[in-house]
């Protein structure tokens, strides 16, 4: 890492040293708003201390993406470490205001992700400038920053995208921090020392394969119980239709440089809902914890995977919204279906991830074997696709007459099939 300008005190992991060029770059607009977009839209319902950003997230990022560049076993050279950690630190610049919920409404209107914004705001803001003044290509690194760099080191890409990046590390131990939830006590320092680098790729080793079964189960676990808990998607469902009855009004998603994008973040966004007759009533119900009610749910097994991803599709889904309003009775639009394919899920790409794509490098005296992790571990086959629920909500006065209407269509919930949290 380039010369150390001094220190932060984070709270997963204590003192965080930052070079010059992050204090350069941590200091500008695109970096500070980051402060004012929750990591976790709405996960303060349920747990009060979900508080945080994703400016703590990111400095995360960097310092796991630096700490993996420099203990691989490779010749890496100092400014390609500084790079890794640079693109760690911006990962996150493209998202919009409520993070991921946001999502719903950039894809249907620009079928764009925020990783999508993350290089055009890197290329097209001062962040350009401080790069190339500390030497750095503002291209590589902001390819970089979304797993897009130099193919042909295809690991400094897989430190910030793939199935077991410090992406993911760091968010797993940091919001099961500020919720309280234990399901991510996961020794993330041992999974990152015991990495290496074979045919270019990243790879675990085998004697991490214990701690790699922990991360993967953590993730499931987290997805459960905080990601997808059904008090905060209630209200992440409430605030998606917010944003969609204000659209026509507000325009979200009219910006034409980064500048306009960077004006929207959780507190000026929030302000103009709140202001607009379309959404002001929806508004005023989040703002009182008046939420939707969960009136329906079934998990299913790994095989039926393809109905939730079906549900994901909007115009099925709406489709078999109004066949179950007009079944239960009640208005049209207040039924609403929910399930992990959507793209307003926190991390639902944590769901999507193949154990398959894990590689597991395997030494055996003067032999090494790369092998993938299903090949060593049941447990870690028998995660593909584990979490698959789908989910009815409603609002309170219409509850038992969606209840009834989607256990007609959708079929009856045994026991064995509840979800309990």
């Known amino acids: 890492m380039q010369r150390s300008w001094g220190m932060i005190k984070d709270p997963i992991y204590g003192y965080v040293h930052v070079s010059e060029p992050e204090i ?42 630096g700490l993996l560049g420099e203990s691989l076993p490779v010749e890496m050279p100092k400014e390609d470490v500084q790079k890794v950690r640079l693109a760690g630190l911006f990962h996150d610049l ?47 690194v902001a390819n ?72 993967l189960i953590a993730r499931v676990e987290s997805f459960r119980a905080i990601y997808y808990h059904k008090t905060a998607r209630a209200a992440q469902i409430l605030l998606v239709k917010a944003m969609e009855a204000a659209d026509e009004e507000l325009d979200l998603c009219g910006f034409k440089s980064p500048e306009e994008y960077l004006e929207m973040d959780d507190y000026t966004v929030w302000s103009k809902l709140k202001t607009c007759k379309k959404s002001s009533k929806i508004m005023k119900d989040l703002e009182r914890r008046r939420l939707l009610k969960c009136a329906y749910e079934l998990e299913m097994q790994a095989e039926d995977k393809s109905i939730s991803s079906l549900f994901g599709l909007e115009g099925i889904r709406s489709q078999v919204e109004d066949e179950l309003a007009a079944k239960a009775g009640v208005p049209a639009g207040e039924v609403f279906i929910d399930t992990p394919s959507l793209p307003s899920i926190p991390y639902q790409h944590m769901m999507d991830f193949d154990p398959m ?25 028998v995660l593909r696709g584990f979490v698959n629920i ?11 007459k969606v209840k009834s209407a989607a256990e007609k269509v959708l079929g009856n919930l045994p026991e064995s099939g509840r979800v309990s949290y």
């Not at 990591?39 to 201390?49: M, N, R, S, T």
């Open 24 to 65: 350069d770059v941590i200091d500008t607009l695109p970096m500070q708003r980051l402060r004012r977009i929750k990591q976790l839209v709405f996960a303060d319902y349920v747990y009060p201390g979900a508080n945080h950003s994703r400016f703590e997230h990111s400095i995360g990022v960097m310092h796991l993406a």
């Open 94 to 140: 493209g998202h919009g205001p409520f993070s991921h919920t946001f999502e719903q409404i950039l894809m249907k209107k620009l079928n764009k992700t925020h990783e999508d914004l993350t290089p055009w705001i890197i290329m097209g803001t001062e962040l350009k400038d401080i790069l190339a003044k500390h030497g750095f290509k503002a291209d590589e």
């Open 144 to 215: 970089l920053s979304v797993g897009r760099g130099n193919k042909e080191k295809a690991f400094m890409n897989q430190i910030i995208t793939s199935s077991v990046d410090v992406d993911k590390m760091d968010f797993l131990v940091r919001d099961t921090h500020h919720t309280g939830a234990e399901y991510g006590k996961v020794d993330v320092y041992r999974l990152i020392y015991t990495m290496g680098v074979a045919d270019d790729n990243l790879v675990v080793d085998s004697s991490a394969l214990p701690t790699l079964e922990a991360f």
């Open 357 to 381: 794509e894990i590689p597991i490098i395997d030494v055996e005296g003067n032999s090494r074997k790369v092998l993938r992790a299903t090949k060593l571990s049941r447990t870690i086959e």
């Open 390 to 400: 789908v989910r009815v909500y409603t609002y309170e006065k219409n509850r038992e």
